[in-house]
């Protein structure tokens, strides 16, 4: 829905001017568990729509009234269709006689997002993980993950005392498997857990001195299977390289990126391969 | 030739470099930030959402506006949906 129906500009129009809106992840996905109240709340609306024999469900667009009854609902596979939204929106908004709300209420309730680690560590290297399709799926937009690696884990992407310029290691599997296990594409099938890294070799090496900054190469490859839907096999090939940056008076990466030189995701429809390119890129955020 | 050769070789040694692979640092930053600014953008994370349901229903009470509730598996903010 967020690349269909929520991106179309009328529908955006209305739902910000005259709703407040709220999305609720079922399972909390990336996030922190819900808060109770939140949980009541949406108990009692499911209890709503099934007691009045309203749409409803887990993927499901509700219009709540201030004195908590529901005035629409939409199923996922209607609410994604910009037009069927459009219309049970303005059905809403003349019934009720709505008002736009002020722009100092809407700016006074709208929060930034939230996902991303939950209290990451003090000495914690925090990457984001990004991964998009780019040919048929593309409008599938680009997915996020959030990797912690502890001190202890980060550090093997630095060289060691005796480390030469040219000098290569390869990066503990434990250590490189925790970015790479999210190297999947967006998909209906978004859950980390669905993926096996079949195989993984990421080779760094000391490249560049200069001055008081170290700077190391990343090339590898990666292997994965992902799913794309519940019973479609998938497999993710690609090739990777990074370059880190870090300060060689305290050992602090200044500056890590990761991106595919070349990825691919083929998932089975009917037993026929559906190939598509990929792109991947990791970044430091902390 | 030989020269150059040396020449060459004590100026890369002077620049601290190694002999590893070369990347294209341009096009490696380029491809990070592509991503960044698709994952940053869609026109869907324009909408002012709030925080929470409690939250929305609070605010709806106080300004006798409805709430759009939109429930879903996954998460729709980090395109794992």
């Not at chain 2, 150059?4 to 190694?18: E, M, P």
């Not at chain 2, 990347?23 to 698709?38: F, K, P, S, T, Y």
Request: proline share 6%; hydrophobic share 40%.
């Amino acid at each position: 829905m967020r690349a269909s129906s929520l991106s179309h500009p009328t529908v955006r129009a209305l739902i910000s001017k005259y709703f407040l809106p709220v999305w609720l992840s079922r399972d909390q996905y990336q996030l922190a568990p819900r808060a109770k109240a939140d949980h009541q709340e949406l108990l009692r609306i499911d209890r709503y729509t099934r007691e009045h024999k309203m749409p409803g469900g887990s993927v499901c667009v509700f219009l709540v009234a201030p004195n908590g009854n529901v005035l629409g609902s939409l199923r996922v596979h209607e609410a994604t269709k910009a037009d069927k939204l459009l219309s049970l929106l303005e059905e809403v908004i003349q019934r009720e006689k709505l008002t736009p709300r002020s722009a100092e209420a809407i700016k006074a309730t709208a929060s930034p997002m939230h996902t991303g680690i939950q209290n990451p560590e003090r000495e914690g290297l925090l990457l984001h993980v990004m991964t998009r399709l780019e040919e048929r799926r593309a409008h599938y937009g680009v997915s996020e993950d959030w990797v912690e690696l502890s001190a202890s884990e980060w550090r093997h992407f630095l060289p060691g005392p005796r480390t030469g310029l040219g000098d290569s290691w390869k990066v503990p599997d434990e250590v490189a498997r925790k970015i790479v296990q999210y190297f999947y594409p967006p998909s209906p099938n978004w859950k980390a857990q669905a993926t096996t890294v079949r195989n993984c070799t990421l080779k760094a090496t000391l490249y560049n001195r200069p001055r008081d900054e170290g700077v190391v190469h990343l090339a590898g490859v990666v292997e994965l299977s992902h799913p794309f839907g519940r019973d479609s096999p998938g497999v993710v090939k690609a090739s990777v390289v990074g370059v880190i940056r870090y300060r060689l008076t305290d050992d602090t990466i200044t500056s890590f990126q990761m991106a595919s030189t070349e990825a691919n995701y083929a998932w089975l429809w009917r037993g026929k391969p559906q190939p598509e390119r990929m792109s991947i890129a990791v970044e430091k955020l902390r | 030739m030989r020269r150059w050769t040396i020449v060459a070789v004590v100026a890369i040694l002077a620049s601290g470099q190694g002999s590893g692979a070369a990347i294209d640092e341009n096009r490696l930053q380029a491809q990070v930030q592509r991503l960044h600014a698709g994952a940053a953008g869609g026109d869907w994370k324009h909408i002012p959402w709030v925080a929470s349901l409690a939250e929305a229903r609070r605010c709806s009470q106080q300004e006798h506006a409805p709430v759009f509730l939109f429930t879903h598996d996954g998460n729709m903010e980090s395109g794992r949906c």
